[in-house]
């Protein structure tokens, strides 16, 4: 009798971390040789310790299992639960009960460096328990921070919606003719990517945006005020676009030179006021008009921007995974790895989970440039295939139609 | 021979006000038996006493001006430049002297208000010079509050941007199990239209926005935390809509509360929105998670959520200006007309623009339910006509693909 498969999602959403439960769900469900029912934890394993179960099948008729590749947020539910680093902790017990109360054979968790650690310590406390199960990592982060891979799904429809709203911002920012500076504070703690992807709005030689900072460079208030007057010169409308984890170099975010930050259940600092903190900067400095505009969540929710690259390779990356379940592989994530040439083509490789949980991909500095204001021709080109193509939106009532939970 | 056309935008941009643009220009460009040239006054009336002058139909292709109707931003470029009461001004007779050097016989203004005022005032002063032009207004604003008119162009495709946004928004909030709120800040400093938009969001029963508050009704702190605090018994996810303008009904704005909402290391009073105000007095009485997003000038340029009803009707107004100044029509502004019956229909009327510059329009307090923080089913049939339809929006390289003026 085959064994049968969960998935479950962790972490904050990316557009397409459907997309990537759509591919497993639906190879799940295709490989009734290898695979029995399809599960999924309702809120991660958090939920999946208070049996909160959902019997795909069973409770989701074939349109809905459709939708889900379009709707935004994490169908299944999320959670932020880090298991203990002893693997005799009481918890891991409950969840191969869990395990084995359903009979699962495959465990599929889909989400970033947090949720690879999970995928990592399950393995191991597997192996320790010779319990027969393949637990494997299925990549999602609009951070773009994973190691061993080309790039993670997400990214490509987060830098698209970037891009494409830089882009808006800037002929918005242009129609008055007195000096002004808007600035755009994209989401990015430690790794720059989806701040770099502003690079892709520029349509002509001096188009905004004028200035880009990234955490990788440390931020100098005296420098950036500098460069925001030497911009003055190619336009009276500057745009500037920062990560919110723009920092001093010794790890001080600028944010924290202005309001209280508080503190998440992994211990991450919560940032907020970049934007605000540096409009108050040029504001009190220069005497000039300026906004902030801070993206938010819609940079990882909006589904109007979706990539169809992201969208495609977040489903195939789905289907890969339960295939090489089915293989026998386990410990793993799913990665992305280029091919050489000219053409934009990738190809799926399987990478120890052990080395990939709690490691960071930053950009490499050589793609920071202009004295660490600027994005290097070489990020374009890494990029632009990323966030080609559109996917067509079901409508109703003039509105696009998701699929709910509840 | 004919006289010339010169067509100028004013106040803040919408995503149609180039759709209006459009309307007037190519309809101007039609009538050539009527009108001569097709001219463009560079930032308004600001930009035009400094001869910022463009020859539309010698500086643009046919392709280009057809971007020109999905490009955000004002494409002629905005001012905000207010005519003095006193019509014996000399500014008026630099203004009339600009006409006669392009030999301009029809004169359109699309704008709000303020627009509506510039409108009023070369109208009146023509008819005290015995000049022949005709002067028209095109109505564009988000914010929906011009007078004698059901609607205006740019409220359409705002609030189908605000409603999808808060729905997708909606969607991510719901990923964790544990209570949050979360507050989005609407635009609309003395009417809340479009933070009432966001109730088009709305799925299923005790489906987000939970609460909508509009600048209609006084707001009171103490029985908004109890109404959050109601809400949660529906939802652990609160999502909250408010419009910007929100005041205590005496007309200090919730935001002037924000005394204690931070200094920067300048010793700068850090300004605030009305939403991140909210979010730390939720946070500090409730104790919960809690997040404010201000859609910001996005719900003003997306090009994504154009509605194709209000692209289209503003297309139209412009055509329809036109051909009511050749029919000798001046001082004017273009309105809308809902015809009463089952299915929408809009006719177009011309409204004395005297009477609608300095008015604003506000909702209808009948239609604010539920203690004031709701709104009624008469709303959502008004509004939802209006966000009908999408806008195939040209692309290139995986972004829109707009018109540039440089």
């Known amino acids: 009798m085959a064994k049968n498969l969960v998935v479950g999602q962790s972490g904050g959403p990316t557009a397409v971390i459907n997309g990537s439960l759509y591919g497993v769900i639906s190879e799940g469900i295709k490989s009734k040789d290898a695979i029995g029912k399809v599960y999924g934890m309702v809120n991660g394993i958090q939920g999946f310790l208070e049996d909160h179960v959902m019997d795909i099948e069973a409770e989701l008729s074939p349109e809905k299992i459709e939708l889900i590749k379009t709707t935004p947020g994490a169908y299944l539910g999320s959670c932020r639960f880090k298991l203990p680093e002893d693997l005799s902790d009481p918890v891991y017990d409950k969840i191969f009960e869990q395990f084995k109360k359903y009979d699962i054979g495959y465990f599929f968790y889909i989400g970033g460096n947090d949720s690879m650690d999970t995928v990592s310590k399950l393995s191991r406390k597997a192996e320790e328990l010779n319990y027969d199960i393949r637990v494997l990592g299925e990549p999602k982060t609009i951070d773009n921070d994973l190691i061993k891979t080309d790039h993670t799904p997400g990214f490509g429809s987060a830098a698209k919606y970037v ?6 911002v800037t002929l918005d920012a242009n129609v008055y003719e007195s000096k002004s500076v808007t600035i755009v504070e994209i989401m990015g703690r430690h790794a720059g990517w989806l701040a770099a992807a502003s690079v892709l709005a520029r349509k002509y030689e001096n188009d905004n945006p004028l200035l880009i900072y990234l955490p990788e460079v440390a931020f100098d208030e005296e ?54 903190y540096l409009e108050n900067l040029v504001k009190a400095k220069l005497g000039v008009k300026v906004r902030s505009i801070e993206l938010n969540v ?35 994530m799913i990665a992305f790895q280029r091919k050489a040439g000219d053409t934009y083509e990738i190809e799926h490789s399987l990478e120890d989970v052990n080395e990939i949980c709690n490691e960071e991909k930053t950009v490499p500095v050589e793609w920071i440039t202009d004295d660490g204001s600027n994005i290097a021709q070489a990020f374009i080109d890494y990029a632009l295939p990323l966030i080609q193509g559109d996917v067509e939106i079901p409508m109703e009532n003039g509105l696009p139609k998701f699929v709910y939970r509840k």
Do not use: W, Y
């Open 223 to 276: 420098k950036f005020l500098k460069q925001v007057e030497a911009a003055f010169e190619k336009n009276p409308n500057v745009v500037v676009c920062i990560s919110e984890g723009i920092n001093d170099g010794n790890g001080k975010f600028v944010c924290e030179n202005a309001s209280d930050v508080g503190v998440d259940n992994f211990g991450h600092k919560m940032l907020t006021g970049s934007g605000k």
């Open 163 to 168: 891009a494409t709203t830089v882009r808006e």
């Open 298 to 332: 819609c940079q990882r929710c909006s589904s109007a921007m979706l990539s169809k690259t992201d969208q495609e390779e977040a489903i195939a990356a789905g289907r890969f995974g339960v295939q090489a379940g089915i293989k026998g592989e386990t410990g793993k």
